[in-house]
């Protein structure tokens, strides 16, 4: 019916034309008193082969739409016609080297952040070995500043490869305790500096997912559970089989920020107290959740804690 009524805006005036002869036609011939049926038996079979060719132009116009639709342009009609190919054309082949020229410029920028990410944790690995052979305050001071600087190169490596088309995920089953131990040894030292207490028991549960992206999650959470906790704990537990939830006692989180806080660059009153924030960590988290076909939500409440949950069973992926 839309593309009926196209054609008929289409042909508008071709339609009131004939319409309008028809008319005069019809007109003229009523002014010489000549009898009604010679007038209107030639006007009723004018206007019948006038609506079989309006079909068949409707049938070509339509054939003509679909071709264009799916780019296989039909030959031009005329010299109109011909002109709106030639620029529709020039226009395809400038898209497809802007996007040439796009997609190599992404790939290069991609190639140096990948060896500058490289280059830059060599001397992290370094520090952190000098840092683990000492214990004072000091040391696990400059191991959380160590772990949140490699946290930030794994945010700009994983914000660049985000929507990349060669993105390695390995989509298998995984138990879900063997992702979340390594990333609670990471943060160890921070909770003895801070002189928060941990409370995890292993989860028991095995999921589909990823574990290098799924690892990136769990370590975010728990970054910003320690870094907004100035004391009490940080829990760490399946609250029903399949939601895994991360909960600290920390400032909490305002009701106005709550909604927003999965928004790309979006810091919020907390993240403007602390100037460090970049608003980018939970937006990574939330995007790379969807990818896994899990759900991330958060709850919260100001001078409480905040509970980050994972829903992991919903399933939109494909087992390798």
């Given amino acids: 019916m839309k593309l009926f009524g196209g054609y008929l805006r289409y042909r508008a005036g071709v339609i009131a034309a004939y319409v309008a002869v028809m008319g005069i036609f ?16 030639p006007l009723i079979l004018c206007t019948i082969a006038g609506a079989f060719l309006i079909i068949f132009d409707f049938f070509s116009y339509a054939r003509r739409h679909r071709m264009i639709i799916n780019e296989d342009f039909p030959k031009a009609a005329n010299q109109l016609e011909e002109d709106y190919l030639e620029l529709v054309a020039g226009l395809k082949e400038e898209i497809k080297k802007t996007a040439v020229r796009s997609s190599e410029d992404y790939n290069n920028m991609i190639e140096y952040y990948t060896v500058w990410a490289h280059q830059i944790k060599t001397p992290i690995a370094a520090m952190r070995l000098n840092l683990q052979t000492e214990d004072s305050e000091s040391a696990r001071r400059l191991m959380g500043d160590l772990n949140r600087i490699e946290s930030y190169v ?16 390995l989509i298998k089953e995984y138990d879900l305790d063997e992702i979340i131990r390594p990333a609670v040894k990471k943060f160890s030292r921070e909770f003895i500096l801070k002189k928060l207490r941990l409370d995890y028991r292993p989860v028991r549960y095995s999921t589909v997912t990823d574990s290098k992206w799924m690892s990136f999650i769990i370590e975010q959470i728990i ?25 600290d006692t920390g400032i909490g989180i305002s009701p ?12 919020g009153f907390n993240g403007r107290e602390d100037k460090r924030a970049s608003g980018i960590g939970l937006y990574l988290c939330r995007r790379i959740a969807d990818n896994l076909g899990h759900r991330l939500y958060a709850e919260s409440e100001i001078g409480k804690g905040t509970a980050m949950t994972i829903d992991l069973r919903s399933r939109d992926i494909s087992v390798e």
């Fill in 26 to 41: 019809s007109s003229s011939y009523l002014l010489f008193d000549i009898p009604p049926i010679a007038v209107f038996y």
């Fill in 223 to 247: 970054s910003n559970a320690v870094k907004y906790t100035s004391k009490g704990e940080v829990r760490i537990y399946m609250d029903e089989p399949g939601l895994l939830v991360i909960e």
């Fill in 154 to 169: 794994d945010m700009v490596l994983t914000f660049l490869r985000l929507d990349s088309d060669s993105t390695d995920y």
């Fill in 256 to 267: 106005e920020d709550l909604p927003r806080i999965f928004e790309n660059g979006y810091t």
